[in-house]
């Protein structure tokens, strides 16, 4: 990402940084990944009541934050563990 806005300023000639949303974004999506990891191993521990309450977390966080994959989310809850 920082590669993209340093060529995209040094072409029009002035400082470009990515958008603190953007950067956000990026973050979140490391962050799910780290979730999604954290669900499948409580679901290959047979904790399925655990894989479920990792997902609500996700879906409150999301809904907090308005997030664009809120629906996929709120999808997950009904099966976390497939």
């Given amino acids: 990402m920082q590669r993209h806005y340093r060529l995209f300023g040094e072409r029009f000639r ?8 953007r950067v956000g974004t990026a ?3 490391f962050t799910d990944t780290g979730r999604f990891d954290e669900v499948m191993k409580r ?3 047979g904790d399925k009541k655990g894989a ?15 997030h664009p994959r809120l629906a996929s989310y ?3 809850l009904t099966k976390p563990c497939s």
């Fill in 43 to 45: 679901c290959l521990n």
């Fill in 14 to 21: 002035y400082p470009a940084l990515p958008p603190p949303n």
């Fill in 74 to 76: 709120q999808a997950k």
């Fill in 52 to 66: 479920f309450e990792s997902r609500q977390n996700a879906v409150r966080a999301a809904e907090r934050a308005s």
């Fill in 27 to 29: 973050a979140e999506i």
